[in-house]
């Protein structure tokens, strides 16, 4: 069974930045894809970021240029680099580990973007 862990979120002035990290634990001989998405208050769960074993990272628009998605060498631990983070980025971001058949979220981490 896989566990997925996010870290990282807070309390950040506009303009700042923060580092989100994530693992997905398991002890199969599987890799996943692994994804980031928010959801913000009053609105629906939206996806952020999101990278393949061996691809490059995909964004959503809102967030290009400001938003860097990296995965480490063991496949299982993937970080997000927030940088220029405005109050509409505030929500719970959540991490997503999948591949075919089997779909596993982490809980969440809070990132509040205030001042």
């Known amino acids: 069974q896989v566990q997925v862990v996010e870290s990282g979120g807070g309390l950040v002035q506009p303009g700042g930045s923060l580092r989100l990290s994530c693992t997905a634990s398991?002890?199969?001989?599987?890799?996943?894809?692994m994804e980031w998405y928010r959801q913000a208050p009053g609105k629906q769960r939206e996806f952020v970021a999101g990278?393949?074993?061996?691809?490059?990272?995909n964004y959503t628009h809102a967030v290009k240029g400001r938003f860097t998605m990296s995965r480490d060498n063991n496949y299982h631990t993937v970080h997000l680099q927030m940088a220029s983070l405005r109050p509409e980025d505030t929500a719970v971001y959540y991490c997503?580990?999948?591949?075919?058949?089997?779909?596993?979220w982490g809980r969440g981490t809070q990132v509040t973007v205030s001042s």
């Open positions: 997503r580990a999948f591949r075919a058949g089997f779909d596993f």
């Open positions: 398991e002890t199969g001989i599987y890799t996943y894809n």
């Open positions: 990278i393949f074993t061996s691809g490059p990272a």
